[in-house]
């Protein structure tokens, strides 16, 4: 069963740093692009950071300069790091990817992880 799985969320202070995870399993053969969105309540999902397959990023101008976006395709793992977090990076954080299998190429989506910025 092809799933990819984030991690990494948590409680920080405004300021600190988090990094997080997204795990792909299953039969793939490779991560083509992995993107990084977050949907705070009562807004809508966004895109954060972005990766295709040749490097090449993408960032929301809100974070740009303070997250990282970065991918081990040899791992099945993408990666956020996010510093200098702000209140208003408080959202629940998820990752899509497209993922080549042994069936398809298609797009998937993890269940999210929280992180919680403090004032």
């Known amino acids: 069963q092809v799933q990819l799985v984030e991690s990494g969320g948590g409680l920080v202070q405004a300021g600190g740093s988090l990094r997080l995870s997204c795990a792909a399993s299953?039969?793939?053969?490779?991560?083509?692009?992995m993107g990084w969105y977050r949907q705070a309540p009562g807004k809508q999902r966004e895109l954060v950071a972005g990766?295709?397959?040749?490097?090449?990023?993408n960032y929301a101008d809100s974070v740009k300069g303070r997250f990282t976006i970065s991918l081990d395709n040899a791992q099945r793992t993408g990666y956020l790091q996010m510093s200098s977090l702000e209140p208003e990076d408080t959202a629940v954080y998820y990752c899509?990817?497209?993922?080549?299998?042994?069936?398809?190429?298609?797009?998937?989506w993890g269940r999210g992880t929280q992180v919680t910025v403090s004032s």
């Open positions: 299953g039969t793939i053969f490779s991560i083509n692009t």
């Open positions: 899509s990817a497209v993922l080549s299998t042994t069936w398809s190429t298609r797009d998937y």
């Open positions: 990766i295709g397959s040749g490097g090449t990023t």
